[in-house]
Each structure stands twice: as C-alpha cells, then as structure tokens.
C-alpha cells in the first residue's frame, strides 16, 4: 500500500545563465507520478542533474513545486501550514551526501541529536500519554540519545565528542541517528554513501537496511550508483531528466532491463555483465533545454523517426515493471 504519492509532479527553478547572465528556467522535475509502498526501499536511480535530489526536495517541502500533488498517507502535504507541516517533517527526514558539511563541526554529537528534539519541543513523539517533548527530565533526553547512538553501532561516549573526531562512516552514522531521533516513518537518504570509501559504503547500507526492519521505516535511496542500489533496493525507479523512463522490482531492472536508458546504466557498471552493446553516448542534455520527443532520443542508440517528435509513455510490461519507450510500446 503507497504511503507516499506523487501525481503530475513539477518542479521548475530560474537559473542565471552563463551567456549575458540571462535567466533560464531549469525544468527539473516533469510530470512525474510515482508511488512508494510501505515498508520498501525504492531507489531513484540516474546520473547526476536528471532531477533525482530536487524531487527529493520537494517532497521534503523544502523546494517550491509549480504543479501537481504529493499525497502522505493520502493526504496533500503541499496544502500543510504551520503545525501540520512541522508534523510532517518530522515523519519525513533526509539523510543527506556528505557527513562532512551537514554536522556542525563546532557543535558536540550530544548537542547535534539534541537539536531536533529542541525545535520539535512541541511534539509528543516520544510517549503513548501525549507528552510533549519539553516535559521529558534532561535524564530522559540523555536515554533517548543513547539509544538512538547505540542504534548506528555508535557508543554513548561519542555524545561529547565533535564531528571531526570520527571517521566519514560514523559520521554518516551520526547523521543518521539525527534523523532516527525524531521517530520518522520515512526516510529520504539523498547519495548517502557516495562520499565514503567503497568499503564503509557497505557498511552503511546494511545499517540502512537493518534500521528499516528495526524501525518500521520506509526509504527512498537516492543513488547515481547501480551496484550499491543492486544491494540495498526493493523498487528501482530509473529517472532521465526530471522524468521516469522505468520502474520495477531490483530483480526485473537488473536482470531484465527494457528501456535503452537503464541498459545503458547497467552496461556503464564495469562488474555487471553486458547484455548489448548499447553504450551512453554523450552527456545528459541541460533541463533548460529540453529535447522534444522521447527526452532519451539525442543519445539512444536505437532512436527512430518518431522519437523525435512523440513522447513515450509509462507501459506495464509484466506486473509492477513498467518502461516509457517506442520499442515497448
Ligand atoms: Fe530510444 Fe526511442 Fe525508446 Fe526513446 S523511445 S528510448 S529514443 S528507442
């Protein structure tokens, strides 16, 4: 069952251009309709500017949108105001790329997982009797530190300590128990582990995955990175500028890829044996300057006439994979 809903989805922003300093409307997000179900992880995967940390954003209420509907349990979250809207972004927390730049290296890991639980002081996330946070003893904030600490595989005496006192992982581990803390049900991890070397990135993804169990949650992981996806996800959403090109369980994108788009991402991962010899040509076209047609068709290796003027459009293939492609459809 989705609990998060996406419908015609759009999201655009003005750039300054480089010629004459002239403003651009970079079109970011495209109609996009997507649905995550509870309890799964479902991956958006692309290259780097097809869209995938904007629409995180925007579903994080922290992008304006132009047009569309992202429905939490049903509900619009672009209408929330005020309380609502703090409510929500508590369920809903990002873990951000870079555990270098988003803890504050002048604060202590005590002070940093104590932060959220100060701004949400109002909320009553904590106890079954409604009380609000503000009336927990600092003991009990201490607890609840701890535990969440020892949830990552980080001991309670990191609390004193400050960032630069811990390696890439255990930071990404830090600020992932920032985001735990305040009892999310919904997780956006926006390229959590591309920072860290490929040895921790295991790490991490296990930790991810055994804080999914442990804690009820639902993840979209954010990755550019198909082998880490292969090992973390339920669900691969494949996005290509600011659209969804195909979507399917981990097993059918892997093993049985239908969009030229995805194939040609697989067959870029140097460990994953090579179903064709359909390579990425090219660099990914601006979003301010979008191709006509199927978006994909400046750099496809099988475009025909039409896809240069008609757009495909999602099609089930088999049940719960569907592609947007003329060889499909
Ligand atoms: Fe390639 Fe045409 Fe399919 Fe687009 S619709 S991916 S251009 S074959």
Redesign the pocket.
């Known amino acids: 069952m989705p609990v998060l809903e996406i419908k015609n989805l759009n999201v655009e922003y003005k750039t300054k251009g480089s010629v004459f300093g002239k403003e651009k409307i970079v079109k970011a997000v495209n109609n996009l309709s997507l649905d995550v179900n509870q309890g799964e992880i479902l991956a958006i995967a692309g290259e780097s500017g097809c869209g995938k940390s904007t629409l995180a954003s925007a579903i994080a209420c922290l992008t304006p949108v132009n047009s569309g509907e992202i429905l939490f349990h049903g509900i619009n979250v672009l209408e929330l105001k005020n309380k609502k809207l703090k409510v929500y972004r508590q369920a809903l927390q990002m873990v951000f790329q870079n555990p270098y730049s988003s803890l504050n290296p002048k604060m202590t890991i005590g002070d940093i997982l104590k932060e959220p639980l100060k701004i949400n002081n109002d909320l009553c996330i904590y106890s079954e009797d409604y009380r609000a946070l503000y009336e927990f003893s600092k003991n009990e904030i201490e607890d609840i530190i701890t535990q969440v600490l020892e949830a990552v595989g980080l001991d309670k005496s990191a609390k004193k300590l400050y960032p630069h006192e811990f390696s890439g992982g255990q930071r990404q581990r830090i600020a992932i128990a920032r985001a735990l803390i305040l009892k999310p049900e919904f997780i956006i991890a926006d390229e959590p582990v591309s920072a860290l070397d490929v040895s921790i990135q295991a790490q991490i993804i296990n930790l991810l995955i055994q804080l999914k169990t442990n804690f009820n949650l639902t993840i979209m992981f954010i990755s550019h990175d198909m082998n880490v996806i292969r090992h973390i996800a339920d669900r691969v959403a494949i996005m290509y500028l600011g659209e969804i ?1 195909e979507i399917g369980s981990t097993e059918q994108i892997f093993k049985y890829p239908q ?3 995805t194939r040609a991402l697989l067959n870029a991962v140097p460990s994953f044996e090579k179903k064709d010899i359909n390579i990425l040509k090219g660099d990914i076209p601006s979003p301010t300057n979008l191709p006509t ?5 400046t750099r ?5 006439e ?3 003027t008609d757009k ?1 459009v999602l099609k089930k293939l088999y049940e719960g994979h569907e592609a ?6």
Do not use: E, Q, R, T
């Not at 047609?293 to 068709?297: A, R, T, V």
């Open positions: 090109v969009h030229p788009y047609g199927c978006k994909f068709h496809c290796s099988y475009c025909m039409k896809c240069k495909p947007a492609c003329f060889l499909n459809n």
